[in-house]
Nanobody, 117 residues
């Protein structure tokens, strides 16, 4: 059974940094087609933040985080990370890890990120 567990969330001041990690169990991350980070702020729909195509390490970012966030993978540790720099109050949300392969779609439980102004 595939499980995704996020960690690294917390409360930081604007301009600070956080590093989120998504540890996968039950399946090697290299077997997934893509792994992504989404976020959902209160009263808003869930949005894609960053994605990585596992086979070619191609990355994609939401315009709002380009140049500030970096998604990466570590096959040896079986995890995907999201380095978040220059954080803004509007980055406040619950961040979710997602893994996809064919019709299989897996989600983590989410980790809260709160940015104070």
């Amino acid at each position: 059974q595939v499980q995704l567990v996020e960690s690294g969330g917390g409360l930081v001041q604007a301009g600070g940094s956080l590093r989120l990690s998504c540890a996968a169990s039950g399946r090697a991350i290299r077997s997934f087609t893509t792994m992504s980070w989404y976020r959902q702020a209160p009263g808003k729909s869930r949005e894609l933040v960053a994605a990585i195509i596992i086979s070619g390490s191609i990355t994609n970012y939401a315009n709002s985080v380009k140049g500030r966030f970096t998604i990466s993978r570590d096959n040896a540790k079986n995890l995907v990370s999201l380095q978040m720099n220059s954080l803004k109050p509007e980055d406040t949300a619950v961040y979710y890890c997602n893994a996809r392969v064919y019709s299989d779609n897996y989600w983590g439980q989410g980790t809260q990120v709160t940015i104070s102004s």
